[in-house]
T-cell receptor, first 112, second 116 residues
Framework: GNSVTQMEGPVTLSEEAFLTINCTYTATGYPSLFWYVQYPGEGLQLLLKATKADDKGSNKGFEATYRKETTSFHLEKGSVQVSDSAVYFCALISGGADGLTFGKGTHLIIQP | EAGVAQSPRYKIIEKRQSVAFWCNPISGHATLYWYQQILGQGPKLLIQFQNNGVVDDSQLPKDRFSAERLKGVDSTLKIQPAKLEDSAVYLC??????????????FGPGTRLTVT
């Protein structure tokens, strides 16, 4: 079956630090890959996506590249801000139906 | 544009009681999803509707959970009888739905269920 593994949190960084949150996946066929974000007190929202190998998704300074050879979709940002503090979920869709399979989430804390 | 609406936001019940959650998707969205998010885990798909038909309910515990989407708009998810392990946040999401593209799912605020 499909599964997503992402790094355990919480991840605590100082403002302007470089961010990487690792995500690897197992899937049948050729999945589409997503990062969702949940800010404090808000609902889940799509951050970025990539639908085929070597695609790069980007939004709000965040980037992730679909690496089929390593089955990975790591999230990166060059300079984080306090407002980036949230829980980040890696997810995929594969296998016909388009319900999302999520990782467990990574809690990111940015300190000023 | 109004987002996905869910009610109630919070519910506390005793085990073996029944409970129902309601979801109103974004207007015009054909596809509706219910997810269960247990504390410390990512959301898990319970059921997916396309209009008023079920597309995927393979992870729905059908002995106690049921869901319907009459008229292809609003949806209700019911648990009867509830167990302690059903304590979770129940998320509803919707999307336009297309056979040609993977479209964004928009999530509601969720209903937090506590079973005591």
């Amino acid at each position: 079956g499909n599964s997503v593994t992402q790094m355990e949190g919480p991840v605590t960084l100082s403002e302007e630090a470089f961010l990487t949150i690792n995500c690897t996946y197992t899937a049948t066929g050729y999945p589409s890959l997503f990062w969702y974000v949940q800010y404090p007190g808000e609902g889940l929202q799509l951050l970025l996506k990539a639908t085929k190998a070597d695609d790069k998704g980007s939004n709000k300074g965040f980037e992730a590249t679909y690496r089929k050879e390593t089955t990975s979709f790591h999230l990166e940002k060059g300079s984080v801000q306090v407002s980036d503090s949230a829980v980040y979920f890696c997810a995929l869709i594969s296998g016909g139906a388009d319900g999302l399979t999520f990782g467990k989430g990574t809690h990111l804390i940015i300190q000023p | 544009e109004a987002g996905v609406a869910q009610s109630p936001r919070y519910k506390i019940i005793e085990k073996r009681q029944s409970v129902a959650f309601w979801c109103n998707p974004i207007s015009g969205h054909a596809t509706l999803y219910w997810y269960q998010q247990i504390l410390g885990q990512g959301p898990k798909l319970l059921i997916q509707f396309q209009n008023n038909g079920v597309v995927d309910d393979s992870q729905l515990p059908k002995d106690r959970f049921s869901a319907e989407r009459l008229k292809g708009v609003d949806s209700t998810l019911k648990i009867q009888p509830a167990k302690l392990e059903d304590s979770a946040v129940y998320l509803c999401a919707s999307s336009l739905g297309s056979v040609y593209a993977i479209l964004e799912q928009y999530f509601g605020p969720g209903t937090r269920l506590t079973v005591t």
